[in-house]
């Protein structure tokens, strides 16, 4: 069994790391559609491919959070990128396997997928 | 909805925009009534009579940005076409328990699924939230609490990525070890 004595130093791991980041400005938002369409679509595999490869990239200064239905569940999976300065960027029918390519070009890079997005995907 | 425990995601974050702040999850698994109960119960502002008449009617919604709201139908097509039900107990104040039965061997019945995926995804989302997850197969029970971590993690959160990945594997050896059982 995972034991207490591990989370206990997982605990004190983390409040270094925390001290560390709360001194860092507002950083950027993953947002994932939750709702019952979203989820429908595949939206728990996608919040969680996010929520691993930024971690796994040690990525800083990104929260992935959720939000209900934004009426366009046909394109759900939707993900949006808000980055502090930055124009929305919205990510339809996404899937766990687009996700390592988004955290690397977008949120490490700046650089938004362009064919990923819902605008493309309606022309 | 492709497996049950998305059901169940999606039925758990309605008491999350219910104020809830306990969620307590409920898997029962019996091969000898060849009965599956899911249960969704919690402590968030509960509906009034009227809404509860009306909540398994797809046109009906709190919700004001649109007029359908699918969960609870969705949830009912699929314990119905398993031959079980629909049931939904609710007070104002107190609550809202959602259970469904489902013949378990039925041929219709959709997998339950990721449950440790549902349980994770309700955490890392709601990390404030307290959620309770019980499942039993044929009279072996796994049990895990959020609110049992709070006094050693202290100030630090359960959706800190390290965290997550002690509850995830803290979940699956305690679901893994009820499914070799049965």
Redesign the interface.
């Known amino acids: 069994?995972?034991s207490?004595a591990?989370?206990?130093a997982?605990?004190d791991?983390?409040?270094e790391?925390?001290a560390v980041r709360d001194g860092a400005q507002d950083g950027t938002r993953v947002v994932v559609g939750?709702?019952?369409?979203g989820?429908?679509a595949g939206a728990?595999?996608v919040?969680?491919a996010f929520?691993d490869e930024i971690?796994k990239r040690h990525v800083e200064h990104v929260a992935?959070?959720?939000t209900?239905?934004i009426?366009m569940c046909q394109f759900e999976p939707i993900v949006e990128v808000l980055a502090p300065g930055k124009e929305k960027v919205t990510y339809g029918k996404v899937t766990p396997e687009m996700v390592a390519k988004i955290v690397t070009d977008h949120l490490v890079n700046g650089n938004p997928v362009a064919e990923y997005t819902v605008a493309n995907l309606m022309k | 909805?492709?497996e049950l425990s998305?059901n169940v995601?999606?039925i758990a974050?309605n008491s999350v925009v219910a104020g809830a702040t306990v969620v307590e999850l409920t898997v029962t698994e019996e091969t000898a009534r060849n009965r599956l109960t899911l249960t969704i119960r919690d402590n968030g502002c509960g509906m009034t009579p009227e809404q509860l008449a009306r909540v398994r009617d797809p046109f009906f919604t709190t919700?004001t940005?649109?007029k359908v709201?699918?969960?609870i139908p969705?949830f009912r097509v699929a314990a119905e076409a398993a031959n079980g039900s629909l049931d939904i107990e609710s007070e104002q104040g107190v609550g809202t328990t959602v259970t469904a039965l489902f013949e378990l061997r039925h041929i219709d019945r959709m997998p339950l699924g990721?449950m440790v995926?549902?349980v994770?995804?309700l955490i890392?989302?709601n990390p404030e939230l307290d959620i309770v997850y019980r499942h039993t197969v044929d009279g072996e029970e796994f049990a895990f609490d959020t609110a049992s971590?709070r006094p050693?993690?202290?100030?630090?959160s359960l959706a800190?990525?390290?965290?997550?990945e002690?509850i995830t594997?803290?979940l699956a050896?305690g679901v893994t070890a009820l499914n070799s059982q049965a």
Do not use: P
């Open positions: 069994m995972k207490i591990e989370l206990q997982i605990r791991k983390a409040r790391r925390i939750m709702a019952t369409c989820i429908a728990r595999s919040m969680n929520v971690a992935v959070v959720q209900g239905c009426g | 909805m492709l998305l995601l999606d974050q919700r940005t649109r709201g699918m969960g969705l990721d995926g549902t994770t995804t890392r989302l971590l050693i993690l202290g100030e630090v800190e990525s390290e965290v997550m002690w594997a803290n050896e």
